[in-house]
């Protein structure tokens, strides 16, 4: 059926998308928005579908995506020190540019509640729905 037809396009490829009440958030959150990965297949989409869900709402917005080039090697080489450093900094850098951050990735949100109060200038928008697929993925 077409439901089958719409999902063809994904087959073997980890689906790891942010869901559109979080973009949508971070649309009425403010102009400037920053989206961090540590991968680039999950950066694309989800500026994306950020500026997809602007376009909808009718707003202008000012969109910073930042990759954080060597953190999933970090991570997935079991050095996740290093990984969380990376993300961190880069955090720190973003939030001093714009209005509200997303991440495309459920595995940084927990650099996020390490990150100190000075350094979480803005609203961080990590997706539970996010969470849920990361896990089903490492699973």
């Known amino acids: 059926g077409p439901a089958v037809e719409a999902a063809a396009p ?28 540590t991968l680039p297949t999950t950066l694309e989409p989800t500026a994306d579908l950020v500026r997809r869900r602007a376009a909808l709402a009718g707003k202008t917005i000012e969109l910073t995506s930042r990759l954080c080039e060597g953190a999933f090697e970090a991570l997935m080489s079991g050095d996740t020190a290093r990984h969380d450093s990376m993300v961190a900094a880069a955090l720190k850098e973003l939030s001093a540019r714009v209005d509200v951050i997303v991440l495309a990735q459920a595995s940084m949100a927990r650099v996020v509640d390490a990150l100190a109060a000075s350094d979480r200038r803005v609203p961080i928008l990590a997706s539970p729905a996010l969470a849920v697929d990361y896990l089903a993925t490492v699973l």
């Open 10 to 37: 994904f087959t073997g490829v980890p689906v790891m998308r942010v869901d559109e009440p979080m973009a949508d958030r971070a649309v009425q959150t403010g102009r400037r928005i920053g989206v961090i990965a």
